[in-house]
């Protein structure tokens, strides 16, 4: 087993949560049924759809969320809290009810991603990790699900661990997966999610050999000659020739991790067939991101690996999305829609269940129905092909075990297979446009 | 105590780490001495320094870089090694030697940050982790730098948890504090590293509660009238008003988190001056970057919170920097220098030793003697101003104690803002640009 014991999900929280607990709690408040939603205002760059991931992790995390002596010891250290909203995070436990969105999922600006139905006290502290989680991996999911559109069906892999901070790129490589890549470099995303792992050698297998032979030589002992052999340490062309001299024409693959890569890949592709090792593949690595990657589709090249643009986002590293509250009781028990008026940040009070609408089975919109009431809507709206996108993810404190673990990874990529299916033509292409599916608010009762 | 064990360090790992040692474990080439340095080819986002951030984040995690039962099963498993690796593994503690430039250190393009030596085995494993925390941690550091230096003596306040992934979050909020921030909403973060940690309450609280003067005097209740209050839910003038006239003239201060803040922030200062508040201060929250921070320098603002643009490196949400085999043993045990030759991604092979040459105190440029040899070079060079720039981190498979823990933290945040002192002024502007010093290599021996 590991060294050390993890450090409790609880403090993974804005101090201000717990402040505004504090405070509910002496003033009667805490205890409110509150709506609280998770969306975001806008795509991450200007992308056509956006991918929800993260659901599972969060579902996780949220089963984890305990304050044990250690945190309870700073709170009180720190004089956070008070004696009394210590009690009550001894004896957390979250108990109410989300519904949301399926992981892998495609969403679009307003779309009702996560909805956390229980008192104030118990939803309002999830906000911060709630977020962090969808923020990240959302973000991922994304930019992934563009490189995976613009690869065809080429297989990519996700090998951008060193660009991402080490949990989060354990969050990355699940979260590439979800929405279309075939692999990662990430062991941990193979032990934890079940993602599958790939990779054989790095330059400075090459370089510590006393010469670039001696290192295939070596490596196709070890791993046979299905491997793939990183040719460019030195010279690409020579890299080539002994790399088929080595393993012999049923030399698995060869890696290219530097130069123009359309030039490189065909002269590659020549040099290999005319070598006779027309089944040995090639694949890229170098700096790509979604328009890299398209503008090698006419390219010889196999597959593609992927590092700093797909665990960044692609230029966009965060979702953006906000957990806001939507409706409250009132002191009275009756159920009141609120939200920010400011004009720059405005949000939409009340309840909203969302569905998508399609013709011919191709989507036309994100239709979403805007309760003033506490009661769950009808799931189903007057559209001949509408779709209900909301399912049931905790049920009284219950999370569904399908959502968790490897299982719901599994589960989530082949959602996103699915509903990519649905997504009009315009969402697939690569350039800075408006959301592919409008978003349409329809008010209820 | 927390429901979870941690998932150990050991995964956190691109497959192909393992797979070389593998292989070399076969060949004999894994007992080779090998120096690898982690350095950049550039600064990220065309800064004028960097800063060197999560040397103590790595140092702990290399401390406990250890291969358990868990992760010997999915290595065996799925096959990724044989049984002599797996019986390497299950042994392996490092026991080399790392020198490196101190937490908080400004750094150039080429900087040797880290240099490890050991055995290929031993050394090549750690590159995926070293490489994930001080990419992450050094481009939130670099870009928190640039903000402190806009927001001249005013305090920042990190709080962009909710816009990165829930442990990136907690580094992003250590980080910052090295590089000048004064606290943070992450509570974890002062749990874990000793940052103070900050927050009162977010637009939830106002909307929780009948009105907002119910909130204010609650929070007022709970926090004292040095607490600050959120004026901006519904109308920033009414809120203000409200706001003084629950809390007095003796409240704290207030928040403003949206709207065009040089004109709401002189609105709401000659507001609580006419009001009586005249020691009420106010921070504000919105969207803030480096460029907006230094628009309000003329504006009545006293303190600042910044979210997303921290916690994402201010679009560069990683420094790119890469780990790299410099110099290795022969077959005779002979000294190789060793670099990949491609154009595009060359570096410079040969042990690296590093100094910083100032006139009159201030930095003149980034000097780095290259050696053939394994020997460890003089520390000094022949410059009456030199400062050489590395230090031991480790020792012989020992860690500095001094570079761990909150300890740790606190030495690194005073060393920046010591070596802040010393760059030249032009390293202070926020303008994209080249590097403020140059890099200046010189070969030795």
Redesign the interface.
Known sequence: ????????????????????L???L??G?AE?R?V?ELFGRRLPGARRFGVVAGTGRFLQ?LA?Y?F????LR??RD?R?VDADTLRFLEQYRFTGTINGYREGEAYFPGSPILVVEGT?AEA?VL???A???M???SAVATAAARMSVAAGGRPLAE?G???????????AARAAYIAGFAAT????A???WGVP?????????T????TEE?AFR??V???GVGTTLLV????IAAGVETAVRVAGTGLGGVRI???DLPTVAAAVREQLDRLGATATKITVT?DLDEFAIAALAASPVDSYGVG?SV??GSGS??A?MV???VA?Q??AGGWVP????????ASRGGRKAAFRTREGGTATSELIAVSDGFERMATAVDHPEARALQVTLVEAGETDPAALGPDGVARARRHHAEIREELPVKALALSRSEPALPTVFVDVE
Request: charged share 25%.
């Open positions: 087993m590991s060294a050390s014991a993890a450090p409790s999900s609880a403090l993974l929280t804005d101090r201000y949560e717990l402040t505004m504090d405070a509910a002496r003033d408040t409110r509150c609280f995390l984890d305990r044990g002596e250690e945190e700073f709170l720190h956070v104030f309002v906000e911060t990790l977020l962090s989680v923020n990240h991996d090998m661990s060193r660009r991402a901070q080490e949990r989060s790129a354990v969050a470099s990430n062991l941990e193979g032990r934890q792992t790939m990779g054989t050698a790095a330059h400075a297998w370089l510590l050999h006393d001696d070596s490596q002992a070890a791993l460019d340490t030195y010279d991790d530097s130069g170098s700093t665990v960044t590293p965060t953006g957990y806001k509250l409250r009132d002191a609120v939200a920010k008026a400011s004009t720059d940040k």
